[in-house]
């Protein structure tokens, strides 16, 4: 099953620059991804009422082709690309009226059983490989994150706004908090062309976070920690 929409970039979602922004790409994302799964009845609020369970992401990559900018018509599709074992993901895809790629995501789940806490077989909550999987339209691998070096380069408060329907920071803050530690000239200049995150812990509203930063082979890596603990590691690639 594949979910096709069309829309036209609104502005609240833009940087200063008028271009898509990163944070607002993952929303998109987020967003589609979840509808598509509502259709399917396997959302995350339709997973907890049916098995106990949420989607939990572990990886997100996005790659952005050509940036949109405000006003921009595109075409989304969402579908999901692979369905094994405990993992699952789901590609989404924005393209211009033209049908070219401009950005392309892709995002690994599974479900946490809420009770357990234990990572549950997705074909235990619904999910199998032969009735929802979609060829994907590009061959898209995940780092593998192996991060050392990193300097402290900010700190921040976990607030309301931050927290998820589970009670954790929703993993679009953490795209926030990083990308909040570039400046506008920065992100106008040199925009973000690939971006991966790997969500390795949970934290909570109050928790106060550390940013972390180093620069490696053109890409800069960065990772969130709370106290000793790595929450989140990401790598981003500017042009």
């Known amino acids: 099953m594949k979910l096709i929409k069309k829309a036209t970039v609104p502005a609240s979602i833009c940087d200063p620059n008028i271009v898509l922004s990163v944070k607002g790409t993952f929303d998109l994302m987020q967003d589609y991804l979840t509808e598509m799964m509502g259709v399917l009845e396997l959302d995350g609020v339709s997973l907890r009422a049916k098995y106990g369970c949420v989607w939990v992401f572990t990886r997100n990559r996005i790659e952005i082709d050509r940036p949109l900018r405000w006003k921009d018509n ?16 789901v ?22 059983d809420l009770a357990t806490q234990r990572i549950k077989r997705i074909r235990d909550v619904g999910v199998t490989s032969d009735t929802h999987v979609e ?36 993993n679009v803050s953490y795209v926030r908090f990083i990308t909040d530690t570039y400046t506008v000239d920065e992100l106008r200049e040199r925009p973000v062309k690939q971006i991966e995150i790997r969500y390795a812990g949970q934290t909570h509203e109050g928790d106060i976070l550390t940013i972390r930063k180093a620069v490696s082979d053109g890409r800069e890596l960065f990772d969130v920690v709370l106290g000793d603990t790595v929450a989140v590691e990401c790598e981003i690639v500017r042009n």
């Not at 009226?97 to 599974?110: A, K």
């Not at 780092?143 to 589970?166: A, N, W, Y």
């Open 74 to 89: 595109y075409i989304a599709e969402s579908f999901i690309s692979s369905a094994k074992g405990a993992k699952m993901t």
């Open 91 to 112: 590609d989404t895809v924005l393209k211009d009226e033209s049908g070219d790629i401009c950005v392309y995501s892709r995002i690994e789940m599974c479900a946490l």
């Open 135 to 170: 060829t994907p339209y590009r061959e898209l691998e995940f780092s593998r994150m192996k991060h050392e070096g990193l300097e402290p380069i900010d700190e921040i408060r976990v607030k309301s706004g931050d927290i998820d329907f589970i009670r954790h920071t929703n």
